[in-house]
């Protein structure tokens, strides 16, 4: 079989992935467009390997490497996208961008209130204080 053949499918498949991670928001989407692109280098180290001949075999070892990172990245994934739906109800990836930065900004806010009662609290335990001494001195 011709090198150009499997090539041209990984191309393809490498394409439809792209398209699919650009257009798409939804993140389960996402995930599979992700592993077509994983395929398609998977496809493009198993043909270069055949059609080198070497017999060493190293376009399928790295094949079985990228395998075996594709299947621990949609764990992960799908753990992050069911802790989403979970939390959300939704698994909308721009969505889940806004929550993000919402969430920050509340921690931003929260901060600055306990930064603000510290400072308060401070003052009063200082005017305690100076009026004790004066207190005493009198």
Not at 9 to 21: E, P, W
């Amino acid at each position: 079989m011709p090198l150009i053949l499997p090539l041209l499918l990984a191309v393809l498949l490498f394409c439809i992935g792209v398209y699919g991670v650009l257009a798409r928001r939804n993140a389960i989407t996402l995930l599979m467009s992700f592993e077509l692109m994983l395929n398609a280098v998977n496809l493009n180290l198993v043909a270069f390997d055949a059609w080198r001949l070497d017999g060493l075999a190293t376009g399928q070892t790295l094949a079985v490497f990228v395998i075996t990172l594709a299947a621990a990245e949609i764990g992960l994934g799908l753990a992050i996208v069911l802790l989403l739906f979970r939390g959300h109800g939704h698994v909308d990836a721009d969505a889940a961008r806004d929550l993000v930065e919402q969430d920050a900004t509340e921690q931003d806010v929260t901060e600055q209130d306990v930064t603000e009662q510290d400072v308060t609290e401070q003052d009063v335990t200082e005017q305690d204080a100076i009026k004790q001494q004066k207190g005493a001195a009198t």
